[in-house]
């Protein structure tokens, strides 16, 4: 999922990369939205932010710069 209108989360990093957001259930390991970010990139992520909101993991991130 991408960030939503209205997020707090900023939508570039300081060096203009792009940050996406994913949700993961909270039931499952933080390595899995890890994982699914990496897919997302096709390469290593800068984790941005981690927290639990309403019994999700929220990952936000940023694809390594090539």
Excluded: Y
């Amino acid at each position: 999922m991408l960030a939503g209108c209205g997020a707090s989360a900023p939508l570039f990093t300081s060096d203009g990369r792009p940050t996406t957001v994913v949700q993961c259930s909270a039931s499952s390991a933080w390595e899995n939205c890890t994982e699914h970010a990496r897919a997302i990139c096709g390469r290593d992520i800068d984790v941005l932010d981690q927290t639990d909101v309403d019994g999700s993991h929220k990952l936000l991130f940023a694809c390594k710069a090539k």
